[in-house]
């Protein structure tokens, strides 16, 4: 069912890459952006739509999250999660599937995207695991996923790889394959010496049992590795300002080597990560020092990584609540990544526009998306419309994901989307998710 044609009036843009002033924006009957520019007439029968200065931004593309369907939708599910995804102005997900079934064949992967059909309210595609068993599959997957997902270093409780020929014989196959590694970084060795070496009272500060030397030391044996056997690798949620100059040093070098770093590394201390009640940022990898905040913040600011990508990964509050060591790591955070994006360039001071470009046409461009991420003709008509200046306090009850608890509770952020259209259709309206759920997969 096509979409009437609509015309956006009078809006502060933002591009993908920076702001215009006083623009407006035809969409057409395909949900495509037909036009851009000052002064543009509605034709008759056309939807217009007011923006009196508010923002008009791209559908913002999330790279990393967690909905846990199918497998573990008690926890989550693309129903609730991408209605989370909606109010966080997020109307696309790259999504890791790190419960079972692992996304180990083409087979699994069409079967998961077939069963979301109907079901997601943004467009999705979901990533390949890179593990032992996917291996003979793999060239199947080339071209059908955005990356293949590599654990290295135990987070889940699903294993994870932790001896170099593994990680050699992954990293070769999808280099055969032709496909990019998405990798978690953290190394075992160093997590299991920090938990045998720490005192009582160190053993309940994750930033510890979980140190920035095993983020760093894996970092460099992937990015080694990678460049041994020629694979294209991106490195997740880097919560290091070592990391991530690691990263950018080996991208600047002209290697096929990328990065992103998560709202809570940029955002977040190790200190008030351990003050906070029920474990609530207790994620992996751990949130870290000050100063890995501020470096990460002017790589971010300097466009030297490619993204922000929030881990979204919902867990009930009363298994949060269960003592440090038996509390599950992760939690929810799609249905806040605007506000909190804002929040990062403002408590920041890095440019707005660094900030946005980090969460639509930066991780668009790096996993091949060409009409997501940006407003420009011929792009996908997702659109996301805020007021910048209304502030509001986050009530975590309110929120549309599953979970319904936040680490962000209480916190005041601006610039909350008031309004969100995917493919040309409003599905999003003050707070509330409208219509059927119109998401379809990517690649
Ligand atoms: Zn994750």
Redesign the pocket.
């Known amino acids: 069912m096509a979409a009437p044609s609509s015309l956006f009036r009078g809006g502060r843009l933002f591009d993908g890459r920076g702001f215009v002033d006083a623009t407006d924006l035809r969409v057409d009957a395909d949900g495509r952006i037909a036009a851009i520019g000052s002064g543009l007439e509605a034709q008759p029968g056309e939807q217009v739509v007011d923006l009196d200065g508010a923002w008009l931004l791209p559908g913002l593309v999330d790279c990393?999250v967690?909905f846990r369907e199918p497998g573990l939708v008690r926890k989550e599910g693309y129903l609730t999660g991408s209605a989370g995804a909606l109010h966080g102005g997020v109307t696309t997900v790259l999504e890791?599937q790190?419960n079972p079934p692992l996304m180990e064949s083409l087979e699994l992967l069409q079967e998961k995207m077939r069963g979301l059909v109907g079901v997601s309210h943004v467009d999705f595609a979901p990533y390949g695991s890179l593990t032992e068993a996917a291996l003979p599959q793999l060239a199947t997957m080339a071209g059908r996923v955005p990356a293949v997902k590599c654990f290295l270093g135990c987070?889940t409780g699903a294993g994870g790889v932790d001896d170099e020929p593994t990680m050699r014989r992954l990293f070769s196959a999808a280099a055969a394959a032709g496909i990019k590694i998405v990798a978690?970084c953290e190394d075992n060795a160093i997590m299991q010496a920090a938990a045998a070496a720490a005192s009582a009272d160190q053993a309940v500060r994750h930033d510890l049992m979980r140190p920035r030397s095993s983020e760093v030391q894996s970092i460099r044996d992937a990015l080694r590795v990678a460049d041994e056997v020629g694979a294209d690798l991106h490195v997740?949620?880097i919560s290091t300002a070592e990391g991530g100059r690691l990263v950018a040093e080996a991208r600047a070098a002209g290697r096929a080597v990328s990065g992103t770093t998560a709202p809570h590394y940029l955002l977040v201390t190790a200190e008030e990560a351990h003050a906070a009640a029920h474990n609530r940022f207790k994620v992996n990898p751990s949130i870290k020092y000050a100063e890995d905040r501020d470096g990460l913040r002017a790589l971010v600011a300097d466009g030297l990584l490619q993204g922000i990508g929030t881990?979204h990964?919902p867990h009930p509050l009363e298994e949060k609540d269960r003592p440090y060591a038996k509390a599950p790591s992760?939690f929810p955070s799609i249905d806040l990544l605007l506000p909190l994006t804002v929040a990062i360039a403002d408590e920041s001071g890095m440019p707005l526009e660094a900030a946005l470009a980090a969460v639509t046409a930066l991780p668009a461009e790096e996993f091949g998306l060409t009409s997501k991420g940006r407003l420009a003709v011929g792009a996908d008509a997702d659109l996301v419309i805020a007021d910048p200046d209304e502030v509001r306090t986050v009530d975590e009850i309110s929120l549309p994901s599953k979970s319904k608890w936040s680490p962000y509770h209480g916190r005041r952020l601006r610039a909350f989307p008031r309004a969100v259209w995917l493919r040309g259709h409003q599905v999003y309206a003050d707070g509330a998710v409208s219509g059927d759920p119109r998401g379809r997969p990517l690649y």
Do not use: V
Request: proline content about 0%; glycine content about 10%; cysteine-free.
């Open positions: 990393h967690h890791i790190n987070s978690h997740f949620h881990d990964a992760g």
